[in-house]
């Protein structure tokens, strides 16, 4: 049989992607590191069939856009194209966590869809190879690929911009304390606001202080040193949203809450609380700490208002084949 399912975490950069080099094959202008999250992830079951007149792609428990499904039509040809075979394919999908709301549905989707489609197309690729296919399906898809701690190296040309594990995911005990905000969808998608990053004034500093930046961040994860590796963590997302917030048109993705989160963060460090933030292209912020403090800094975002749940992840393992299939 020609069916295939895969789960693969969402992840969140300590040094982020903002901006490509090719929008074609989602080359980044800079490199980044991640850490895969254990709490937010997609699963996804593919089937081909020579009986199937046309691809069926479904979302369980959420709608299933326009926009999305041609996306992953798309990808599904890329991989008939590998594996020349023209076969339709039934795709379903389930997400941990709301999609489209900045926790990178679209990182954990493409690579839980890369894994499960070649798996049951029949392709063997390796660990590079599927990080370069869901590179292409999108950018930040890669990264959720290797195990753990994840670097993307931008590379010059599509088979040089790849993913590889740094350190696995039972390195650091560190938290992801998810702070979620707003459940809407975003109104500009990550991949479509930095399209106009070269509109800001300031891209340029920030992608120039990407290598150096990458260098520290690897040797503070190697040290497991949480001061140094927070502060870092914390500096790069407000470069990426300062860079954000002066493009044009500007791009503002906080919200009140995500404000009242981020005080709350000062205020534990102040009280001697390691806890540090970083936010994607959306409102709800993750708080990085290490596994002694989850309970405190968890309690303590709770009761922030505005914040409507708390998801805590740990460093999970990349995307990988299941037995169970979602139909
Ligand atoms: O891969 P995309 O299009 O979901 O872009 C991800 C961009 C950020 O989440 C804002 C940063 C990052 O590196 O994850």
Redesign the pocket.
Known sequence: MMKATAIAPANI?FI???GKRSNKFRIPLND?I?MNLSGATTTTTVEFSPHFDHDDISFIGEITHEKETERIIQHLDRIRKLAHKKIFACVVTKNSFPKGTGI?S??SGFAALTVSAIHAIGLTLTEKEKTILARIG????CRSIPDGFVWWHTGKKSSDSYAESLFPSTWWNLCDVLCVVSKEVKSIS??KG?DAIKTSPYWKSRVNQIPEKMDLVKTALQERNINTFGMLLEEDAIS?HCVMMTQNPPLFYWNDATLCVMDVVYELRKNGVAAYFTI??GPNVHIICEKKNEDIVSNEMKKVFGVQSVIVNVPASGAHCIKHHLF
């Open positions: 950069a982020k992607y903002w980044s991640s990178a679209s990182a999108s950018g930040s898809a990550s991949s930095m990426m994607d292209a």
